[in-house]
T-cell receptor, first 117, second 117 residues
Framework: KAGVTQTPRYLIKTRGQQVTLSCSPISGHRSVSWYQQTPGQGLQFLFE???????NKGNFPGRFSGRQFSNSRSEMNVSTLELGDSALYLC????FGSGGPLYNEQFFGPGTRLTVL | AQKITQTQPGMFVQEKEAVTLDCTYD???????LFWYKQPSSGEMIFLIYQGSYDEQNATEGRYSLNFQKARKSANLVISASQLGDSAMYFC??????????????FGTGTRLTIIP
């Protein structure tokens, strides 16, 4: 069974540009979550989608947005990039949706490393 | 207050020795789940072990075991017979029942483990 895939793996952008990152979950998983990882802030939750609906959102500005398609693939978009957006963006998929058990393992992808110059 | 605290930024351990990575957590919920993830330099988060708050026995998975002390709100990861391949960042994470059905994981700041041959 293929794991979570993220594209692209590496990305270099300049301030003010926008970027779109893609995540393909494990087959059969309907939940996709996004995390931002930086040396200063650590791992922070961005948002989670289940069946094309955003269920929860972390404490990030509106420049960060996402969506999920009917095949559960998800994209996140960051507009008007800032230097502080440089980070590793991790996507995680899981099987259970709302009402699932606490033990609901999230499977992470390899991440997209975004560098903003 | 930090939800998850990992007080050891870095550890050096001799190969084949056992190592304990500390994790304390803060929650007012009675029902919650605790996770440990390993992140090699490649970036992908690898699930290691899970402990539910109502689990009476400490979780074990191969060389990994979780020393769960509920009253102290600690969930330390124990790696027996460490190997060179264990060198990585290790993250403790928690999912609280108030977020039941919500995929959000709250992560600690991590511990960088280096195994010395």
């Amino acid at each position: 069974k293929a794991g979570v895939t993220q594209t692209p793996r590496y990305l270099i952008k300049t301030r003010g540009q926008q970027v779109t990152l893609s995540c393909s979950p494990i087959s059969g998983h309907r939940s996709v979550s996004w995390y931002q990882q930086t040396p200063g802030q650590g791992l922070q939750f961005l948002f989670e989608y289940f069946s094309e609906t955003q269920r929860n959102k972390g404490n990030f500005p509106g420049r960060f947005s996402g969506r999920q398609f009917s095949n559960s693939r998800s994209e996140m978009n960051v507009s008007t990039l800032e230097l502080g957006d440089s980070a590793l963006y991790l996507c995680a998929s899981s099987f259970f949706g709302s009402g699932g058990p606490l033990y609901n393992e999230q499977f992470f992808g390899p991440g997209t490393r975004l560098t903003v110059l | 207050a930090q939800k998850i605290t990992q007080t050891q930024p870095g550890m050096f351990v001799q190969e084949k020795e056992a190592v304990t990575l500390d994790c304390t957590y803060d929650t007012s919920d009675q029902s919650y789940g605790l996770f440990w993830y390993k992140q090699p330099s490649s970036g992908e988060m690898i699930f290691l072990i899970y402990q539910g708050s109502y689990d009476e026995q400490n979780a074990t998975e191969g060389r990994y075991s979780l020393n769960f002390q509920k009253a102290r709100k600690s969930a330390n990861l124990v790696i027996s017979a460490s190997q060179l391949g264990d060198s990585a960042m290790y993250f403790c994470a928690m999912r609280e029942a108030t977020n039941f059905g919500n995929e959000k994981l709250t992560f600690g700041t991590g511990t960088r483990l280096t195994i010395i041959p």
